[in-house]
């Protein structure tokens, strides 16, 4: 510890009348020393402390150390709209770049919580290739089955996928993936809850950070007119975007969860009818997913370059690519079920899905299960007395 660092924490001490605490200081990467640099100098502006959940959880902090810099890099939400308001932006000496440091942090959080960390590792020097390749050699290993068992080319009746592979197959070979990342995720967010535990968590705080995940509520600039994306200009089209993938996703995994319900304690198999709960769905959340993620990626290539960490985009882009691929390919198979490219377009389809679920603990869907306890962190934190008592609240 620097004795900077020494003196504001005896400093903190003293002013809340209680002995000096004794916290084991973790050491801290090179971009973390970044961003705690930024934030001590945007403590002292606090020009930007309207925009997001970022700017307070940042005023009640004096010195900023490894749990402190992932919790407040995971609340970010990358908006871009310090950047544009900031006056030591670069080219100032100062070179505050709020956005990137944040997007460096967390990618750090990423490898540094996931399990196991050397797949975070693969992931985050690859994503794109990684990605691709997965649903790639996935869809080949189906196509390769259903040429094996004969029907690699054929109708089946009314579509029926289970013509092509059985259930117990498709159960067999899903499971585990889903099981796995399921897992993989519930250790890495589990992690970095204990990092820095903020207290126990009240209904109040478990409703607003619900409600600030569901409303996407930090895309909105904190002045409702939306982020910057290309330029200094708002725009509410990335946090559309956003809600589109978002909630198609959902409408997606309510469709499986739903057909599950049915052929399990209903007797109800599949092929379901177009008008049925399952397709309808289905349907719609694939839709959404399709124009979300098309609409996502066409931000990404036209954001600014300072308002990003450039060695991301691969994973950034293998997310959106793998979620664009599992939804064309959904929608594709539903239209063209009933011809015989039916066991291609299937392989195709599992492939993608399994390599979506797959590669869920190590990207950006991770991401979004870490801004959400980021986001349920601060709702604690924000109800309870501030260490500080300097009447920033």
Known sequence: MSPLDTLVREATDLAEARPPRVI????????????ARVMAICNACRYCEGFCAVF?????????????????????????????ACQYAPPHEFAVNVPRA??????????????????????????LTLALALAGGLALFMVLAAGLHGSL????????????????????????????AALALGIGVSRFWRSEKPGPASGAAVAEATHDVLRLKYLEGGHGEGCNNADDRFTLWRRRFHHLTFYGFLLCFAATGVATLYHYLLGW????????????????GG???????????????????????????????????????????GLVLMLFKATPALALLLSVHLGAVMALFATMPYGKFAHGIYRSAALLKWAIEKRQPSRLQLGDD
């Open 102 to 127: 944040m997007a460096e942090v967390r990618l750090g959080t990423y490898t540094e919580f996931a399990w196991p960390p050397a797949l975070g590792r693969l992931y985050q020097r690859n994503g």
């Open 269 to 284: 198999q599949a092929p379901y009818a177009y008008a049925s709960l399952p397709k309808l769905l289905g349907i719609s």
């Open 24 to 35: 084991p200081i973790q050491p801290m990467t090179g971009s973390e020393q970044e961003l």
């Open 153 to 180: 080319w054929g109708g089946a009746p009314q579509g029926n996928f289970y013509a092509v592979f059985p259930h117990h197959l498709m159960v067999s070979l899903f499971a585990p993936v889903f099981l796995f």
């Open 56 to 84: 307070p959880a940042m005023t009640r902090r004096l010195d900023f150390h490894k749990q402190d810099v992932n919790l407040l890099a995971n609340l970010c939400h990358n908006c871009g709209a310090c950047l544009h």
């Open 287 to 329: 839709v959404m997913l399709v124009l979300g993620t098309a609409g996502l990626f066409m931000l990404n290539l036209r954001r600014h370059a300072l308002q990003q960490d450039l060695r991301q985009r691969p994973m950034d882009r293998g997310f959106i690519a793998l979620l664009f691929l599992t939804a064309a390919s």
